[in-house]
């Protein structure tokens, strides 16, 4: 691991340029660095993030491979640990985007600027797709909480494919069309190298499984097959491992089911604000909810891609426990 204080802004561009590059499946660049494949149009975000974030002991940090469910588990966490302040009814995940309310570390805030405004009120919800080994020594060190969410690798595959690929061209299903299935030929072979967006996946992953199992009170490793099976559960583990457990008057009241309503996929994405709304980025809020389901690698994957997929990821996770 090379040390982000190291590498200073003056001679960052010169840093970056002598980083092996590969390209995503878009054709934009992403750069190795750190065993991390980074978007290169992000990664000097994610340099500053790691150079400048100081984490408080109230922060929590939601991390994730992108499209594997952190739409959903920003939404879930804001609303375990605002429903004091805030009824389902008068939520603001009605008018604003989960993005919004609980911005992304690399992308939204440290491209931004190398000094971003993070003056909200405690506990800051926050986001990265960091690898655990990467993140500032700060959130490592200090007693804030992290949740990380996994997904089916076949399915974050295809959800990330799509999503790259609308950002682009407007394609909505990648294998109605040979060109974009040629294209998802292209990129699969760059998967199963690792080649990814903060990939490789099984770094990705591991990382903050390994963190999971070393300190069970300060990482919380959530599956979003798990969350598809039984939120309700899920919610409960999410809101105790933050210290925002439910009271037994609340689940009474059903308050649990209630927040699972507000977060669930049909009611987010019917929602104007996510059907309609622009981010700051130019990117449609609705890139952010398209199927919202288990398995939908059938429809875009032959059996033998998945299977020789599914080989390499299992040879990599081999030993640590953690499966699929
Ligand atoms: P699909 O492309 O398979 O539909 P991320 O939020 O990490 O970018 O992941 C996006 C994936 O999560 C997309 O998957 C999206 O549809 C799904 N998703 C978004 N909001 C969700 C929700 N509230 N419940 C379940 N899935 C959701």
Redesign the pocket.
Known sequence: IIFMETVKEDNLQEFLLTLPSEKNWDGTPLLLFNETWYPANSIRGAVSFQQNFRAQDSDIILA?M???????LK?LTFSVVSRDRYSPKESPLITAPPHELVPFLEVDLYLKSQNPDLDFPPPRILSCHTHYTSLPQSIRDSNCKIVYVCRNPL?QAV?DF?FVRNRVSGIANPSSSSSSSSLIDEGFENICRGVQSYGPFWNNVLSYWKASLERPDKVLFLKYEDLKEDIILNLKRLAEFLGFPFTEEEEKEGVIEEISRL???DN?KDLEVNKNGVRPSGMRNSA??????TG?WGNHLSPSMAERFWKIVEEKLDGSGLTF
């Open positions: 994730s992108p499209k594997s469910g952190t739409t959903w939404a399915d959800s799509v977060c669930s996929f987010l952010f909810f398209r199927k919202g389901e939908d």
